[in-house]
């Protein structure tokens, strides 16, 4: 069977063929970068309009690198969950009609549970049942996943998720956009022990919750002081970003690395999955290997080009075709994804930092 797989959740328009091998026949993506770099963040707005006009070309250049054409695709799968809502339409739009035009299937993914299924289609073994940790621009969580379609919610971010802190922190070092690989790149000149920065419950064993926002703040006033204005970064030395990129990047990575740890222990599993954009970050991918080879914990982290937003991840879809959940053309997009309930609706709010304002403001996000 080949599935045609749409990802349009954030700012990459993306599509890929992929057979019920898990073999990937053809996936391009067409990233925004450009078009928000000069807001320092996703406005949610420009993104959707991009979206509507890249999607088909997307498409036909996917299906092209496939060798495959639309007579041949025996299913179509979008992400409708979590996301930008605006973006989330276009996705799921493009790919209603598909379902419609060709009398095929349509399977919802879940963006975030695709991010761990990137490990299964990466490693092409077994990887449940495991801890799955997803860090990326809108979300920081842990799961305990019993099978490719059991996620049970396990604790997450209470403000800011890893990777917008990454680029709330990019922008106030004066180091561009994306946040993530600028941060990193910083880094590698840095002491990553110059300045003592929060971890917050990096100790509490039995809290699988993070919080970012505080280490952002922290960082804040390390540059400026409390109450100081901004503009400040032409006032740092080259030295003084280093050191500061890279105390900032050494505190995210310990609460990522903590909770991670924790998680194991409290679920008593060996395994644990890694995705999401901040997963490319190569200080977390050398601490991770650390704790696999400390603590004998099977790691499985996803290759850096299906870390980033993509659509060969969504194909746990085939998972879902397997078990017989085909949706109907009544389904509805899920901007938000809640605590406790993965996949539940928040109409309304943001899905990437859970605002109201959905079309006014930018939502900061890594590619790294």
Request: proline fraction near 4%; charged fraction near 20%; include cysteine.
């Amino acid at each position: 069977m080949n599935l045609l797989i749409l990802e349009t959740t954030c700012d990459e328009t993306a599509a890929a063929v992929v057979n019920d091998r898990l073999e990937v026949l053809g996936s391009t993506v067409a990233s925004q970068d450009a078009l928000h770099e000069r807001f320092r963040g996703v406005v949610p707005e420009i993104a959707s309009r991009a979206h509507v006009e890249r999607i088909v070309p997307i498409i036909d250049t996917a299906l092209r690198q496939a060798c495959v054409t639309l007579a041949e695709l025996d299913a179509i799968a979008v992400a409708n969950t979590p996301g930008l809502a605006g973006s989330l339409l276009v996705g799921l739009a493009a790919a209603k009609s598909l379902a419609v035009a060709l009398n095929l299937p349509l399977l919802a993914v879940n963006h975030v549970h695709a991010h761990l299924f990137a490990c299964r289609i990466a490693y092409g073994q077994t990887v449940f049942p495991s801890v799955g940790l997803v860090v990326s621009g809108g979300h920081t969580s842990l799961f305990r996943c019993e099978g490719p379609l059991e996620f049970q919610w396990l604790g997450g971010t209470i403000d800011d998720a890893a990777g917008e802190a990454f680029d709330k922190v990019a922008s106030l070092l004066g180091l561009g956009y994306p946040g993530g690989p600028a941060i990193e790149r910083a880094s590698e000149r840095g002491n990553s022990r110059a300045f003592g920065f929060p971890r917050s419950f990096v100790n509490d064993a039995t809290r699988l919750d993070f919080s970012f926002s505080g280490l952002k703040t922290a960082v804040r006033y390390q540059i400026a002081g409390p109450g100081k204005a901004g503009g400040i970064a032409p006032q740092l030395l080259e030295k003084e970003i280093a050191d500061l990129a890279a105390s900032f990047q050494e505190a995210v990575v310990d609460v990522l690395v903590a909770k991670a740890r924790h998680a194991l222990a409290l679920t008593g599993l060996h395994t644990l999955l890694v995705g999401g954009g901040v997963a490319a970050n190569t200080r977390l991918r050398e601490r991770l290997d650390e704790l696999a080879g400390n603590e004998g914990v099977r790691t499985f982290i996803a290759p850096r080009e299906l870390c980033t937003d993509n659509a060969v991840m969504g194909a746990i879809a085939i998972e879902r075709l397997k078990a017989g959940l085909v949706e109907s053309l009544d389904l509805d997009i899920k901007p938000g994804l809640m605590r406790g309930n993965p996949g539940a609706s928040v109409l309304g709010k943001c899905g990437e930092c859970g605002r109201e304002d959905l079309n006014l403001h930018p939502v900061t996000r890594t590619s790294s």
